[in-house]
């Protein structure tokens, strides 16, 4: 309930060790606001969903094809690195949860937008780096490919970290345990922004490459995520709600005496740890859909440029398909942000995965206007729901305590499924001759998932 007071379990306090500088009083007092802080935490969420755009597959899709031209791999070689880098990013996650849990959100996502910074500027080096190291030991191509391909392993560990994983899963924390009763709701005002934003970045992108030069562009994202984004975490971002003396869904201020007695309450009864929750339906229902749909969007944003010349489209024209696809993803966020308040969420999860279905048929036949749009609207109503679940269902069913280490845990399973995706139809295309053979092959699986959430109940600890 919005009402109940955290426990020191549910939500500890901030390390004394980070000092001052993470007073929640500091910059902004939440409390002397006339309205509740909770909705500058939603502004500052998007603003970090957003932010880690160009450490997600569909911010990065547009810069593959210069990523290839410039470090001399081959598209298998270059994916299979975005595989390495994405299931090195996935190992961390879990530590990643904890270190949320522990740390609260505003250090930890400052740490991510200087590290997804870091990161930009260190993929626009790899090519000169590693024709500087080649030159140095005397190396032939052999082993200068070996160097690119270990440099773009390693960089993409940082970028899917920083980005995907980190920034993201705190943005979408913090606005869980900001609100209870009016969730679904938020996330659905928030997701479709950052799904409308997320589906027209590549355009952007691609205009700024062509304006200034793919490497310019990834320079200038580094300094706004990693200056000024992380400028705006330290001023909106707060961990909860009773760290600053407010309740969930702004209903009151805590008193002092209060704020004191929190600490000696017990747990909340439905505050499920993550041994506990991984051993339930509910979490690998919502943690394989959404693992899945990562699998397979990440795949289709990955070789999207080349998938769409395979059907006779150029850059521009399949890069615009996105733009459609954001119109649907808006409005599916908005209608699954409110059935979420009100539906079981197993309905949610087979939505979602027929939806997916359907997207990957059209997908597989991008050749006229019927699969085109089945490709627009299958895996747009599929984004728009996953923007719902993949917010709103962790608390939903396992609570605040232990959000962090759940989260990381699903996180890291859904990063893995980002992971395997543009592999999958790389070796697709290089084995078959194109992507069609993955795509239908992904029914399979996303068919058995949906079967999985008929069965699906809420599951609470007693």
Not at 149 to 155: D, N, P, R, V, Y
Not at 387 to 409: D, K, M, W
């Amino acid at each position: 309930m919005s009402g109940e007071l955290a426990t020191s379990r549910d939500q500890p306090p901030p390390t004394p060790s980070l000092g001052l500088i993470f007073d929640p009083d500091r910059p902004i007092s939440p409390r002397r606001l006339p309205f509740f802080y909770g909705w500058l935490i939603v502004v500052g969420a998007i603003l970090g969903v957003l932010a880690s755009v160009p450490g997600q597959t569909t911010g990065f899709a547009v810069f593959t094809d210069h990523l290839i031209a410039a470090s001399g791999l081959t598209r298998l070689q270059l994916s299979n690195t975005y595989l390495l880098g994405t299931v090195g990013c996935a190992l961390l996650l879990p530590y990643g949860g904890k270190l949320l849990d522990r740390w609260g959100a505003r250090p930890t996502a400052m740490l991510a937008c200087v590290g997804l910074g870091v990161t930009l500027v260190m993929l626009t080096a790899t090519a000169p780096l590693a024709e500087a190291l080649g030159q140095w030991q005397d190396l032939r191509v052999g082993p200068r490919v070996a160097i690119m391909f270990g440099l773009l392993s390693i960089a993409f560990v940082g970028l899917k970290l920083a980005g995907q994983g980190m920034l993201t899963m705190v943005s979408r924390t913090m606005i869980a345990k900001w609100f209870a009763r009016r969730r679904g709701l938020v996330v659905a005002l928030a997701g479709a922004i950052v799904g409308f934003g997320f589906a027209i970045a590549p355009i952007g992108f691609s205009a700024l490459i062509r304006a200034i030069g793919w490497r310019q562009t990834w320079w200038a994202l580094a300094l706004a995520i990693g200056v000024g984004m992380t400028f705006v975490v330290w001023v909106l971002y707060r961990d909860n709600p009773e760290s600053c003396g407010l309740l969930m869904d702004g209903d009151a201020p805590l008193t002092e005496p209060q704020k004191l007695k929190t600490s000696d309450e017990p747990a909340a009864r439905d505050d499920v740890t993550r041994g506990q929750a991984i051993r339930t339906l509910a979490f690998w229902a919502v943690t394989l859909a959404l693992s899945l749909h990562t699998l397979m969007t990440t795949g289709l944003a990955f070789h999207i440029v080349d998938l769409g010349a395979e059907a006779g489209y150029a850059e521009a024209e399949v890069v615009q398909l996105f733009l459609p696809m954001a119109v649907i993803t808006m409005v599916i966020v908005w209608l699954s942000g409110l059935a979420a308040d009100r539906f079981d969420m197993r309905w949610l999860l087979v939505a979602m995965m027929m939806s997916e279905a359907v997207g990957m048929l059209g997908s597989a036949n991008l050749g006229g206007p019927v699969a085109q749009w089945a490709m627009i609207g299958g895996v747009g109503v599929a984004g728009g729901v996953s923007v719902i679940l993949s917010t709103v269902a962790l608390p939903y069913y396992f609570g605040r305590a232990h959000l962090g280490a759940i989260s990381g845990a699903q996180m890291m399973c859904m990063v893995l499924g980002s992971a395997l995706g543009p592999s999958m139809l790389a070796l697709s295309r290089s084995e078959t001759g194109g992507y069609s053979v993955a795509l239908l092959a992904a029914l399979v699986p996303i068919l058995a998932v949906t079967v999985l959430s008929l069965f699906t109940r809420p599951v609470r600890t007693s």
